[in-house]
């Protein structure tokens, strides 16, 4: 297969160029870019080993989605991207990023859980925007990370 090399567009784009270049010098020649998503400042980028994105039909059902629950469930300031692949024939996974409403407190919680819910049914075409095809409970595995915002609440030992 071609290696395929990691671009990025839009505001802050010689940050992300720098960061991606820096992070693909840490990988060396091991890894390459499987895919990546990009909804307005949040981003994915999945790598894979070399040997095996070089593999004929070792990567199959690649999957790419997002979904936003910024303003008006429009805006990409908020929400969550995926992308998923099947290895080997056997074995799926998923990586969700998202960026989750902030702030504490009790109502801004059950705004980030709300965040939860849409990009689950966003993704899997079940919520407004439908028919991504993602749902992420078919997956053998899957690796949900990025900015959460939610907060511990950690005793007072002193």
Known sequence: GSRRKSSVGGPGENIW???LSKLETQLGGNFELLEDKRAGQMRIFVYIRVELSQTEGMVTKLVKGSENTGVAGVLANKGGQAISFTLNGTTSFCFVNSHLAAHEGAA??????SNIREIYSGLAGTGRFGNKNLDIAQYDHTF???DMNYRTLL????
Do not use: A, K
């Not at 801004?108 to 859980?113: A, D, K, L, Q, V």
């Not at 005793?155 to 002193?158: A, R, V, W």
């Open 17 to 19: 160029q720098h960061q």
């Open 108 to 113: 801004y919680r059950e705004r980030r859980n």
């Open 144 to 146: 949900w990370f990025g």
């Open 155 to 158: 005793p007072d030992i002193s």
